[in-house]
């Protein structure tokens, strides 16, 4: 009675090894085996390190947009006045947002003056965009109210001006420094309108993570910016921060009814959505790219076990009149080819994940060799390189990587297994 074994039995495990331990000299393809699972390793960790910082900028260009800027911003379509003028004004714009904020999943609702002016001091002067905002209402912009670079005492709000960490270095303003700005747009006099300039204390200096708004935006208290701007009794828009932003959509029939006839809404996914839209066409896009690359590299074990399957012709053959069967030598350098698919694979995602945790360092080294600038926030938008390792990215690389490597092997393993053993000996 013939005696079946368990498949992927201990013998052959032992044969698999010594066959990929083997040097050259003795018929093994060490070299072969080496560029396998060397090529593996980088396919994987680029992978895993592309993945990681693309996520991480998502992530970054999300987060500052959620919590530097309204989530929701309700507006009124133009309306003839009776005087005849065209107007988009809010006048009751305290009971506006009292209705806003009451709406389930609304945090804060506030009125806002906007208008772009002419910042100056020292001599630089700087076109940056006016946020004219109450204290309390300030402090419920975490990027803003919150920030890491932040000088100054936003406390000290209502006395004065604050202002972008860009916009002080274009002005070379400091905490306690008087800028000016002007606007165009100032006092109605007999004569027409004249400019209007004003100055103010510097009292906080903030850095919203995006250069684009730290270059730009000032704040400046709300009854100060209705007087500036010729804007008595009236907002420009009402700022709506919700719980939840991703569920903006689901909330915009209920903002709209409460808003009334005349509101109209502007989201968070509006402004940002078609970048959003283009950042995950470029990652599916990226993802497919680099698939190529860990398909190209998994190619290198076909050729490293075709060679071991030529080199082990006569083992094949002594192997099988010693009563081994097909599936036994199919399995044998199966185990071969993917012993070096998981091993490659394990080395890539420790060097992955490793990349994705010392960015920073890593990245502050390669700054430093090419003598800085490698990353110019004013063309990216943010300040660093960031990575942000996800369990599905890492999960979706080991998948891709020991796929591939299994599907592969299994081509030359079945050709060894179905050599004829009188051919193999032949010669032998």
Request: glycine share 10%; net charge neutral; with cysteine.
């Amino acid at each position: 009675m013939t005696r079946t074994t368990a498949p992927f039995a201990a013998f052959e495990w032992m044969i698999a090894w010594r066959y990929l331990r083997a040097r050259r000299a003795e018929g093994g393809v060490s070299v072969m085996t080496w560029i396998s699972l060397i090529g593996i390793a980088l396919a994987v960790f680029a992978l895993i390190a592309t993945l990681s910082v693309r996520s991480g900028f998502r992530a970054e260009f999300v987060d500052t947009v959620l919590g530097a800027n309204a989530h929701a911003t309700v507006y009124y379509a133009s309306s003839t006045t009776p005087s005849g003028a065209v107007s988009r004004m809010i006048e009751d714009y305290d009971a506006l947002a009292a209705r806003l904020a009451a709406v389930p999943g609304v945090t804060s609702a506030a009125p806002l003056i906007k208008g772009q002016v002419m910042g100056s001091y020292d001599g630089r002067n700087a076109g940056v965009e006016v946020f004219g905002i109450a204290h309390e209402d300030l402090l419920q912009i975490p990027r803003i109210a919150a920030s890491e670079r932040a000088r100054g005492e936003i406390a000290r709000f209502e006395e004065g001006i604050a202002i972008g960490e860009g916009v002080a270095r274009e002005l070379n303003a400091r905490v306690g420094d008087r800028i000016r700005i002007i606007s165009p747009d100032g006092a109605r006099t007999a004569f027409g309108t004249s400019p209007r300039v004003n100055a103010y204390e510097v009292v906080y200096i903030f850095s919203a993570g995006r250069y684009d708004i730290d270059r730009t935006r000032v704040y400046l208290p709300f009854a100060e910016a209705q007087t500036f701007f010729n804007r008595d009794g009236v907002a420009d828009e009402i700022e709506v921060m919700l719980a939840a932003p991703e569920q903006v959509d689901q909330l915009a029939y209920d903002l709209l009814h409460a808003g009334g006839e005349r509101a109209m809404l502007w989201t968070w996914r509006d402004s940002a959505g078609s970048f959003l839209r283009a950042l995950d066409i470029e990652d599916n896009v990226m993802f497919i790219i680099l698939s190529i690359l860990v398909l190209i590299a998994a190619m290198n074990i076909i050729s490293g076990l075709i060679m071991l399957v030529k080199n082990k012709g006569r083992d094949i053959g002594i192997l099988r009149t010693m009563g081994l069967s097909e599936g036994s030598i199919l399995r044998v350098f199966f185990l071969c080819g993917s012993l070096v698919g998981v091993v490659g694979t394990g080395i890539g995602v420790i060097a992955g994940c490793l990349f994705a945790l010392y960015i920073d360092p890593i990245f502050a080294f390669v700054n430093y060799v090419a003598g800085g600038g490698v990353w110019d926030p004013s063309i990216r938008g943010i300040y660093a390189l960031p990575a942000e390792l996800r369990l599905m990215d890492v999960l979706k690389s080991v998948a891709l990587s020991l796929g591939l490597s299994f599907i592969v092997t299994l081509f030359p393993a079945r050709r060894a297994a179905r050599m004829n053993p009188v051919e193999a000996l032949r010669y032998e």
